[in-house]
């Protein structure tokens, strides 16, 4: 038995060490390509050939050949011949490779300060692609060349956003403000984009360029934001305007993420005191109530029931279910599973 046990292992091992020479010596081509390919797919993605020299005349007709190359020229951008990166781009230009080095080699002409040359390949591969750091390349060359008229309309469109644009749009910007082509109606424009998209800190920064009470009313915004019972505390303050509305609005928002039924609360008090329009209403009680649904709250149930008509939607009938189902009541469930949309309805977990 000892001896019977001590030999299949041993049998074991020269069955995987005979399998494993099979698989080493195999003569499948294709299989010779891929791990050669492995091999030094690494090293040329750090910019040395030296390991591909003696695999070259293999690879060369592997389907992978143009990757390799590209990572190869896309390693040494800086110093690679420039008229074997455009032959290679006109050969396999359709190509991921072929694409993902062209790039490279735009943003290495920009470095090097042919922006004649950048704008060249930006005019004819990347307009429309709404990638604003090659956007405002493209702008700063043409400013370069001194047509600076050409570039306006363009140029405020791209700042006219609630983000911080690319970088390479500072330069854009710049010429615009030196020129007196930024007015305040653009910064008026770009603040209340910026307050739309919670970039509160954008906001401050436009609010600069402008009145006093634009400054306050995005730091009223970052409190909604960062300190939301600071801000709902000091409720008495504020008159009953449309402002006031979306800041303490957002504030329960905000407040609902971590404590619901604190900012469930708060919600009661400020609706006893200002003048909220019946849609703020019904989305700030469907937030809170599925917020408590989510954190399995035993008073979420209350609340989604509780809902008016108009704060319901499909979120809050699944809620309602999976909090009757949790609870055990059975006619519940199947009651709210029959009020669903037809469509929601059919869904296997609900026909489950």
Same mark, same amino acid.
């Given at each position: ?12 091992? %020269? #069955? ?25 797919? +690494? ?15 293999? $690879? ?6 143009? /990757? ?19 032959? #290679? ?7 991921? =490779? ?6 490279? $080699? ?11 040359? #950048? ?9 429309? &692609?709404?990638? +604003?750091?090659?956007? %405002? $390349? ?27 644009? !690319?970088?390479? %749009? /500072? ?6 403000? /030196? ?17 739309? +998209? ?16 634009? @400054?306050?009313? !995005?730091?009223?915004?970052?409190? !909604? ?14 008159? /009953? ?13 905000? &407040?609902?993420?971590?404590? =619901?039924? @604190? !900012? ?11 003048? #909220? ?48 189902? $949790? ?12 009020? &669903? ?12």
């Amino acid at each position: 038995m000892t001896g019977r046990a001590i030999q299949l292992p041993i049998a074991v091992a %020269c #069955f995987l060490t005979m399998s494993l020479s099979f698989g080493a010596d195999s003569n499948d081509p294709l299989e010779l390509k891929r791990d050669a390919f492995r091999a030094v797919r +690494a090293d040329v993605e750090r910019g040395n050939w030296q390991t591909v020299l003696p695999n070259e005349s293999l $690879l060369q007709d592997y389907v992978l050949w143009p /990757d390799l190359r590209a990572l190869y020229l896309k390693a040494n951008i800086a110093t690679a011949d420039r008229t074997e990166v455009n032959s #290679f781009l006109d050969q396999y230009g359709t190509l991921k =490779p072929a694409r993902e080095l062209r790039y490279r $080699l735009a943003l290495q002409l920009v470095k090097e300060g042919q922006l004649s040359r #950048f704008l060249e390949i930006y005019q004819q591969f990347y307009p429309g &692609l709404e990638i +604003a750091s090659l956007d %405002c $390349l493209a702008l700063q060359a043409e400013i370069e060349a001194d047509q600076i008229q050409r570039v306006v309309n363009r140029a405020i469109d791209l700042w006219n956003v609630g983000k911080s644009q !690319a970088e390479e %749009c /500072d330069v854009v910007f710049d010429q615009l403000r /030196d020129q007196n082509l930024l007015t305040r109606n653009h910064y008026e424009s770009r603040f209340a984009l910026a307050i739309e +998209a919670k970039q509160f800190s954008l906001a401050r920064y436009l609010a600069r360029t402008l009145e006093p009470n634009f @400054v306050q009313i !995005a730091e009223e915004w970052q409190r !909604a934001q960062n300190k939301p019972t600071t801000l709902i505390a000091e409720y008495l303050d504020y008159a /009953d305007t449309d402002l006031t509305h979306q800041l303490f609005a957002y504030a329960i928002e905000r &407040l609902a993420y971590d404590d =619901p039924l @604190v !900012a469930n609360k708060h919600w009661r008090k400020l609706t006893g005191h200002f003048s #909220f329009s019946d849609s703020a209403a019904d989305k700030n009680r469907r937030h809170i109530a599925l917020w408590a649904a989510r954190m399995r709250l035993p008073e979420a149930t209350d609340l989604l029931i509780q809902l008016p008509d108009t704060a319901r939607d499909v979120e809050t009938g699944r809620w309602i279910i999976r909090s009757h189902f $949790l609870h055990r009541r059975w006619p519940d469930v199947i009651d709210e599973i029959r009020a &669903l949309p037809s469509d929601e309805k059919q869904k296997g977990e609900w026909q489950y």
